[in-house]
Nanobody, 115 residues
């Protein structure tokens, strides 16, 4: 059974930093491309960043230069380093693993950025 567990969320002041982690179990982590999404109250879930199996990253324009996505296949874990956070980035952050037609989601971790 594939399981994704996010951690690292919390309350931070505007301009601050957080590092999210997504731990994957029950499968071979290295074969999956991985993504971070976020969903703010009343808004649609949006893609924040993704990383290929090879480790090639891509970012939403809104986070380029501030967020860094990475993965450690030996630890079955993906990360999202978030710097210079803004209040409008308050949301539940989710990780997703994708391989072919298979997609798996974590339960999300709350990030709250105070002004």
């Amino acid at each position: 059974q594939v399981q994704l567990v996010e951690s690292g969320g919390g309350l931070v002041q505007a301009g601050g930093s957080l590092r999210l982690s997504c731990s994957v179990s029950g499968t071979i982590f290295a074969i999956y491309a991985m993504d971070w999404y976020r969903q703010a109250p009343g808004k649609q879930r949006e893609l924040v960043a993704g990383i290929s199996r090879r480790g090639d990253p891509n970012y939403a324009d809104s986070v380029k230069g501030r967020f860094t996505i990475s993965r450690d296949n030996a630890k079955n874990t993906m990360y999202l380093q978030m710097n210079s956070l803004k209040p409008e980035e308050t949301a539940v952050y989710y990780c997703k693993a994708r391989f072919g037609a298979s997609n798996y989601w974590g339960q999300g971790t709350q990030v709250t950025v105070s002004s």
